[in-house]
């Protein structure tokens, strides 16, 4: 089973060119951008999960809050301080070394003060002696001395995560998910009508359960049971709130929407079927897919597209275009307004999760196995032995995980996974599903 969540956030905060994405880089290391290579699409973020000393946490640059072009110094820095202070659990304040504290800082220090949340404060570009010297001198009003770092060269970032392990707060793990129930994630960008739609679900005349609250910040789960079968809507408080700054910035809305995703089964991508396809909405498919998770997309506002005979047919064409990797993703056209086609999502995505339930025998394994390999033999690459495939077997559900046994597995990489990864969904009815094929040496047997 995934464990679920319940890590607290860190926001770096600070003026433009201070260096927030150089330190963000710094700190979370490679796992920036994330590939699916199924997709082809690189989903470049600006949150992901770091650790040090045994502490785990979200980091969120919040550089990347953009609100257009012409858009004043002052409304960028309120806007972003704004975000951040609605979303996270500690602020790591950044300021220039060089240029010392500004106007600019002592107004986002004046603005974070009030929240009385935790501030830690770092004075980034402190890549020599003096100028550490410097830094550490920079004592912003009603907060701590700044710690001297140096993102690019990573001078003093152990001093400054030590000073951020002592200030995070404690979490409980999120409980484990319960065997037998869906965990839905309602996601999408911005105003696509994710509260509206979620609110219909909870009123078509079902029984909902409770709305227990998570030690994730503000974050509510809902159950409730549909013809016997029980579900669980996550994170619905992130979806049902309106007006708040995380749904008016669509950056704080799709880092939301990665850590819903990251405790659901089934993922709901809201597009809203008036507009053109965002990129946003590209780009939180991905995330789901990305995380073998089984997607639905659900093309709202259904009711105020003007029909004609081809109007369908246009549509499934688009979204074939832009979300090429999701092939056999369900598709269900909706209206939360008039609820029509509401009732069938659920449903929906408890099939999608039966499916990635599923164990095929290995004997089944083995037999599909063989024909796909007689019939399409794996690359021998450099090597001038033969790549030989043994055997396979299924080693996980949620998300169908295969294991696949060779004496090469470096050949056995890239479009042969893929390849296999496809034959393995159609011969064994994944449809819908995300699976993962691994590749494995097999360990010769000891001689008798």
Not at 35 to 43: C, K, L, Q
Request: net charge neutral.
């Amino acid at each position: 089973m995934r464990s679920s969540d319940g890590l607290p956030t860190v926001a770096i905060v600070g003026r433009p060119n201070v260096g927030k994405s150089t330190l963000f880089n710094r700190i979370v290391g490679q796992r920036v951008a994330v590939v699916h290579d199924e997709a082809g699409v690189t989903r470049d973020r600006n949150y992901s999960r770091a650790d040090w000393s045994g502490r785990r946490f979200w980091l969120v640059d919040t550089g990347g809050v953009t609100l257009g072009d012409g858009t004043r110094m002052e409304l960028q820095i309120r806007e972003q301080v704004e975000a951040a202070i609605e979303e996270c659990d500690v602020v790591l304040l950044l300021l220039d070394a060089r240029v010392g504290l500004t106007a600019d800082d002592e107004e986002v220090v004046r603005r974070l003060v009030r929240t009385r949340k935790p501030i830690v404060v770092a004075a980034n570009k402190a890549d020599e002696e003096a100028s550490a010297l410097e830094a550490a001198g920079i004592v912003p009003p009603g907060l701590d001395a700044a710690i001297p770092i140096a993102a690019t060269g990573g001078r003093g970032i152990g001093d400054l995560l030590d000073a951020l392990i002592d200030v995070l707060p404690e979490r409980e793990a999120m409980p484990e998910p319960e065997e037998g129930v869906v965990y839905v994630a309602i996601v999408g960008r911005p105003n696509v009508g994710k509260s509206s739609l979620t609110n219909a679900i909870l009123g078509e005349n079902k029984m909902i359960v409770s709305e227990v609250a998570g030690t994730t910040r503000d974050s509510v789960d809902t159950p409730l049971e549909i013809d016997g079968r029980r579900y669980v809507l996550v994170d619905t408080a992130g979806i049902r709130k309106r007006g708040r700054v995380h749904e008016l910035v669509e950056y704080w809305s799709s880092l939301r929407s990665v850590r819903a995703i990251e405790r659901c089964d089934v993922a709901v991508v809201v597009l809203d079927a008036t507009e053109p396809v965002a990129d946003q909405d590209v780009k939180i498919a991905a995330e789901a897919a990305g995380r073998f998770r089984s997607v639905i997309l659900v093309a709202n506002k259904w009711d105020a597209v003007e029909k004609d005979p081809d109007v369908a047919r246009r549509y499934e064409e688009r979204l074939a275009f832009h979300f090429k990797f999701l092939p056999d993703a369900p598709l269900v056209y909706a209206s939360a307004l008039t609820k029509r086609r509401v009732d069938r999502i659920l449903p929906e995505a408890g099939r999608l999760a039966a499916i990635a339930n599923r164990r095929i025998p290995t004997s089944q394994v083995n037999e599909v196995l063989r024909r796909i390999v007689a019939e399409t033999p794996p690359p021998s690459g450099r090597s001038a032995r033969l790549t030989r495939v043994f055997y396979a077997t299924q080693v996980a559900i949620r998300p169908p995980t295969f294991a696949v046994f060779t004496n090469h597995p470096e050949n056995v990489e890239g479009h042969y996974v893929r390849f296999l990864r496809n034959r393995f969904k159609d011969e064994f009815g994944f449809a819908g599903a995300h699976l993962k094929v691994v590749v494995r040496k097999r360990e010769r047997e000891p001689a008798e």
